[in-house]
């Protein structure tokens, strides 16, 4: 009796192993419930065929504001000013029929940032690095100039031929500078830097 007790639970033991219970797949959402700010999405959100060019939007902002631009290409050279950490910075060629005009503005996050950036830079000015001190009138290069520097801002605008600063300042103005310079530069070609 005790061989058949034996016979039965080898019998049954054996049954039960290859029996194997299928295993249960958890799906990960059954888990985690959604977020109430991120929401799943099965379809693929397309981008709108009708895209602009940013920098004909920028084009259009110069010339709605008074400065006559026919092409505009950005220029991706780093400049003095550069070292300094701007927080942003917006550099542009702008060409019209007459001239060919560089444009270049870099906004810091505070004035010292500002003050430091314009200091060294006109102590370090242009391709021959000549120095210049507060208020000194002195030729620094052939090509006429501007220089605006305000609290946060420092722009610098450069020709072949010729700048109207009385045109830039109210460009400026309507962007929403307030017209505030700390100092304002002018080189005319071939001529010395004046002040104001």
């Not at 192993?17 to 397309?46: F, H, M, P, T």
């Not at 270049?104 to 200091?119: G, H, L, R």
Request: aromatic share 14%.
């Amino acid at each position: 009796m005790i061989r058949i007790v034996f016979i039965v639970i080898i019998v049954v033991s054996s049954l039960v192993a290859c029996n194997k219970a299928k295993e249960e797949v958890i799906d990960l959402n059954d888990i985690i419930a959604e977020s109430d700010r991120y929401k799943e999405v099965d379809e693929i959100v397309g981008v709108d065929d009708a895209i602009i060019d940013s920098t004909q939007l920028i084009l259009q902002s110069f010339s709605e504001n008074g400065i006559d631009v026919n092409s505009l290409s950005v220029v991706k050279k780093s400049l003095f000013p550069d070292r300094f950490g701007p927080e942003y910075s917006d550099k542009y060629l702008l060409e019209n029929e007459s001239d060919t005009i560089k444009y270049f503005n870099w906004k810091y996050t505070d004035s010292s940032k500002t003050v430091n950036a314009f200091f060294n830079w006109i102590d370090n000015f242009g391709t021959e690095r000549k120095s210049l001190f507060i208020g000194e009138e002195k030729n620094l290069q052939k090509e006429p100039f501007l220089l605006f520097v305000g609290d946060t801002s420092l722009i610098f605008i450069e020709a072949k031929e010729s700048l109207q600063l009385k045109k830039w300042e109210h460009y400026f103005k309507k962007i929403g500078y307030n017209g505030e310079w700390n100092y304002v530069l002018q080189q005319r070609k071939w001529g010395k830097v004046k002040w104001d």
